[in-house]
Nanobody, 124 residues
Framework: QVQLVESGGGLVQAGGSLRLSCAAS????????MGWFRQAPGKEREFVAV???????NYADSAKGRFTISRDNAKNTVYLQMNSLKPAETAVYSC??????????????????WGQGTQVTVSS
């Protein structure tokens, strides 16, 4: 079992930055692929970024160049640095863990564990 707890959300003005953190329990964190997803009101959950156990990354087109995903295996934590935020990116951001740590999973169905999410609100 892996438990995930997100933090770092909040209210930010358009163009601002936030860094989200996702702390994981368990001794196998380093073996998991970790992803970030978001869900805006009335919309489906969508992929944002992913990092494999080896450190390879992939991003949604909307996130490329502005968001950076990273991980610190010593701290069992994955981060999402978000810059130049837009009001349309207001959503609940959640992290997830995929036990198949070799792949860069963008499909929510491939993830085994999910956090509760943290609210990000971008004001115009």
């Amino acid at each position: 079992q892996v438990q995930l707890v997100e933090s770092g959300g909040g209210l930010v003005q358009a163009g601002g930055s936030l860094r989200l953190s996702c702390a994981a329990s368990g001794r196998t964190f380093s073996s998991y692929t970790m992803g970030w997803f978001r869900q805006a009101p009335g919309k489906e959950r969508e992929f944002v970024a992913v990092i494999s156990r080896g450190g390879s990354t992939n991003y949604a087109d909307s996130a490329k160049g502005r968001f950076t995903i990273s991980r610190d295996n010593a701290k069992n934590t994955v981060y999402l640095q978000m810059n130049s935020l837009k009001p349309a990116e207001t959503a609940v951001y959640s992290c997830a863990a995929d036990a198949a740590g070799w792949r860069l999973s963008i499909d929510i169905r491939l993830y085994d564990y999910w956090g509760q999410g943290t609210q990000v609100t971008v004001s115009s």
